[in-house]
């Protein structure tokens, strides 16, 4: 029973045991100077299907905020050409990470490996992929420890294990139609307060479930001693 129990805690634990790399705030003041001062909005690990749903989105809410930046970091970076002819035929401009400045462009596109944590850390509101998609959601801690607030659809199946806490906290924002999708980022771009105070919120699920599990892990291998 224990060592099952030290199983189950294990996988658990590893759900939160992510760390903000040691650069996080250093690079990411820089990706913001490079980006401008612009409001960002990033889409990531999206599956075919989400990246049309955060344009439209996109498109609604550039007119409040017509200087929006829209970052989209698609699970799968082979899927790049494709949304860029999905960005071209919305009438939108884009750039590549691999290969340009983002310049003045609506949608900058994040086509490389390992930068994820400091695009969530430059940006104002995140969208984390497969959750509008019938995948079960994506993991969203990398984008709390970088302290973006989070939006996340209605499929969250295979992250049903900590999501729930972070929903019951208000420290996780749920949608599950374009309407709400937008009206929710509208909301979170609009007021800074709001935005802080659900950043500290997650921040604090985080770091609660992170000792709990340590602790209770700890006395468990203490009695398989």
Same mark, same amino acid.
């Given at each position: 029973?224990?060592?099952?129990?030290?199983?189950?805690?294990?996988?658990?634990?590893?759900?939160?045991? /992510?760390?903000?790399?040691?650069?996080?705030?250093?690079?990411?003041?820089?990706?913001?100077?490079?980006?401008?001062?612009? !409001?960002?909005? +990033?889409?990531?690990?999206? $599956?075919?299907?989400?990246?049309?749903?955060?344009?439209?989105?996109?498109?609604? =809410?550039?007119?409040?905020?017509?200087?929006?930046? =829209?970052? +989209?970091? !698609?699970?799968?970076? $082979?899927?790049?050409?494709?949304?860029?002819?999905?960005?071209?035929?919305?009438?939108?401009?884009?750039?590549?990470?691999?290969?340009?400045? !983002?310049?003045?462009?609506?949608?900058?596109?994040?086509?490389?490996?390992?930068?994820?944590?400091?695009?969530?850390?430059?940006?104002?509101?995140?969208?984390?992929?497969?959750?509008?998609?019938? +995948?079960?959601?994506?993991?969203?801690?990398?984008?709390? /420890?970088?302290?973006?607030?989070?939006?996340?659809? !209605?499929?969250?199946?295979?992250?049903?294990? /900590?999501?729930?806490?972070?929903?019951?906290?208000?420290?996780?924002?749920?949608?599950?139609?374009?309407?709400?999708?937008?009206?929710?980022?509208?909301?979170? =771009?609009?007021?800074?307060?709001?935005?802080?105070?659900?950043?500290?919120?997650?921040?604090?699920? $985080?770091? $609660?479930?992170?000792?709990?599990?340590?602790?209770?892990?700890?006395?468990? =291998?203490?009695?398989?001693?």
């Amino acid at each position: 029973i224990l060592s099952g129990l030290v199983g189950s805690e294990m996988c658990i634990r590893d759900r939160f045991d /992510i760390a903000p790399p040691d650069d996080l705030e250093a690079k990411a003041a820089l990706l913001r100077a490079e980006l401008g001062s612009r !409001p960002t909005f +990033i889409a990531a690990s999206t $599956h075919m299907g989400e990246e049309s749903l955060v344009l439209n989105v996109f498109t609604e =809410l550039r007119r409040e905020f017509p200087d929006l930046l =829209l970052i +989209i970091a !698609p699970r799968h970076t $082979h899927r790049t050409p494709e949304i860029c002819t999905m960005v071209t035929d919305a009438d939108l401009s884009f750039s590549l990470r691999s290969g340009d400045e !983002p310049g003045d462009v609506d949608v900058f596109l994040l086509d490389t490996m390992g930068e994820l944590s400091y695009f969530y850390a430059a940006s104002d509101v995140a969208f984390i992929g497969g959750s509008f998609a019938a +995948i079960g959601g994506h993991n969203f801690l990398e984008a709390v /420890i970088a302290r973006v607030p989070v939006v996340m659809g !209605p499929h969250l199946s295979s992250i049903e294990d /900590i999501v729930a806490q972070f929903v019951n906290q208000k420290a996780l924002c749920l949608v599950d139609s374009k309407e709400q999708f937008t009206s929710t980022v509208h909301q979170l =771009l609009l007021k800074v307060e709001d935005r802080d105070a659900m950043v500290q919120r997650a921040c604090d699920v $985080h770091k $609660h479930n992170a000792g709990a599990l340590e602790s209770t892990l700890d006395l468990v =291998l203490a009695q398989l001693d």
